[in-house]
């Protein structure tokens, strides 16, 4: 059985700030989830479907008020 490692990088601030928007305009899921997701569907990583849900339980693009508008 696999454990968990823990990934750490240093982006600038501004990157960071970036990614967060992103990750905002995605209905507000979590920098795991969504750099989990670009992995997955850049390199065709195999990520389980339970990674890609963050702690909230949303997958990528089920944010709140999508349709709003």
């Known amino acids: 059985m696999d454990e ?6 240093r982006v600038t601030k501004a990157l960071r700030n970036e990614i967060a928007q ?5 209905g507000g899921m ?5 750099i989990l997701s670009a992995l997955k ?3 065709g990583l ?3 479907d339970s990674d890609l849900r963050d702690r909230r339980g949303r ?3 089920e ?3 999508q349709g709003d508008g």
Not at 4 to 9: K, P, R, S, T
């Open 63 to 65: 944010g709140v008020g």
């Open 4 to 9: 968990d490692a823990i990934v750490q990088i």
């Open 46 to 48: 195999e990520v389980a």
């Open 30 to 34: 979590t920098f795991r989830a969504l």
């Open 59 to 61: 997958q990528a693009g």
């Open 22 to 26: 992103i990750a905002l305009n995605q």
């Open 41 to 43: 569907a850049t390199y």
